[in-house]
């Protein structure tokens, strides 16, 4: 068992204690192979991560899981779900279902939980472009949103395995291909988002190219991004999806036209994620296409992305289950709501974290350029500021250009043999240049 097995193990012992306990007991029902200093890594990394709450100081530390909890009225639902499906009635598509909603005035989330969320996952200003906020943390969610949302879809790929295949390539062993596959899908399709987040659409073709991101090589070729022409059946459920192809595409296109009505981004959002696996309008990776398309909204508004962290799959496929055969969306809505909550407080630490700044990124082989031929020519003194200014005027855009200014000048005051990566210069031509500067300093 590798170190991230054993982390999600220590996790799990914790969600067999309802009350809080020490880390001594733990020990103890995790049995050997668990170091003492391991596990209390892991604690702090979990308590970090929103995942476990710690109490007390010293001896009298406690540590307890964090565990969702169904409301009593999404448990009565839950209860017709989780009974033998031969005691469940069959249920087709019900198209007045969507028919009977009007946007702004529909709301499938209440009042009390969009404005909350919103108040934690609103990242905008009036000057960000679409998409600002993601590309913070972006590094991040790649890696948050393929492991979970796979790890949805029974992938066994650790969150650690994940990261080092979409880093490095590196394949875990004993996997499947079509796991690697799937996690790799994943990446395509959540890049395509945030990189076209300024003029992305919530349209059928829009769909459907998610739907090809994620589906390629893991369905039949001519399959991928195409409505399906056939019958489709939904394991563990007596819901049977519409199967005439033009009804299919008629119902996406009215989807896509209600979302677009949608003002609040989460409502669109959860909308989004509701009525495209309902739909199930593509042969198979109907949901992970739903929870993708949901993330646009959020993305392109300059919201904290939804990760689906912290979700139980069992929870999760109940929930849709009750989408499915009831047309019930409080249970997905409270666990829509949990994991965005968690998904924000893990974002905002991560971008707290690594610090950005917009400017440097935008512009960064400009000024490394610049830098590079500074330090290659040896420019120094009134030279300097006029080369630079130059170079700005040139290059960069009138707004940034003051911001880009103080970048270019921030990394000349830093240099050293460890910051001249990227810059095509060696040691011995930073060397000669900071001698040269240092004297024009000293006269």
Aim: with cysteine.
């Amino acid at each position: 068992m590798n170190k991230e097995d054993k982390k999600v193990a220590v996790l799990s012992a914790l969600k067999k204690h309802r009350d809080p306990i020490s880390i001594m007991d733990l020990l103890e029902q995790l049995g050997s192979g668990y170091a003492e200093r391991s596990v209390r890594r892991w604690l702090a990394e979990l308590v970090n991560d929103g995942k476990v709450l710690k109490a007390g100081q010293k001896r009298a530390t406690r540590y307890q899981a964090v565990i969702f909890d169904f409301s009593p009225e999404s448990l009565e639902s839950l209860r017709y779900i989780n009974q033998p499906i031969f005691k469940r009635e069959p249920k087709s598509y019900k198209a007045d279902w969507l028919e009977s909603y009007t946007p702004n005035t529909t709301f499938y989330l209440p009042e009390a939980m969009r404005t909350d969320l919103a108040e934690q996952g609103n990242r905008a200003n009036n000057k960000d472009r679409a998409g600002t906020y993601v590309k913070k943390i972006y590094h991040r969610m790649l890696i948050d949103l393929s492991f979970n949302s796979s790890r949805l879809e029974g992938n066994t790929y650790s969150l650690l395995d994940t990261k080092r295949l979409l880093e490095e390539g590196k394949e875990a062993t004993g996997k499947l291909d079509e796991e690697k596959i799937m996690i790799i899908n994943h990446k395509e399709a959540i890049r395509h988002i945030v990189d076209n987040a300024e003029r992305i659409r919530i349209d059928a073709n829009e769909i459907r190219t998610i739907h090809y991101l994620l589906s390629d090589g893991l369905i039949e070729t001519q399959k991928s991004g195409q409505i399906r022409n056939e019958a489709v059946r939904i394991s563990r459920s007596q819901y049977i999806p519409l199967s005439n192809q033009e009804k299919l595409e008629v119902q996406l296109e009215k989807i896509c036209r209600k979302a677009n009505n949608i003002e609040d981004p989460l409502e669109q959002s959860f909308f989004l994620l509701v009525h495209l696996a309902y739909l199930q309008a593509f042969a198979d990776v109907n949901k992970r296409t739903s929870r993708l398309s949901a993330n646009i909204p959020l993305i392109r508004d300059n919201f904290a992305p939804l990760s689906f962290n912290d979700v139980d799959k069992d929870s999760y496929i109940d929930a849709i289950l009750c989408i499915y055969e009831l047309n019930d969306t409080k249970p997905l809505s409270e666990i829509y709501e949990h994991s965005y909550l968690h998904s924000c407080k893990t974002y905002d630490i991560h971008a707290e974290d690594i610090g950005y700044d917009e400017i440097r990124i935008r512009y960064r082989s400009i000024r490394r350029k610049i830098i590079s031929q500074i330090i290659k020519e040896k420019i120094i003194g009134s030279a300097l500021k006029s080369f630079v200014n130059e170079q700005i005027i040139q290059n960069i855009s009138d707004k940034d250009q003051e911001a880009f200014n103080n970048t270019v000048f921030d990394d000349l005051d830093l240099l050293n043999p460890q910051r001249i990566a990227g810059l095509g210069v060696t040691k011995q031509q930073l060397d000669t240049y900071l001698e040269v500067r240092s004297k024009d300093k000293s006269n």
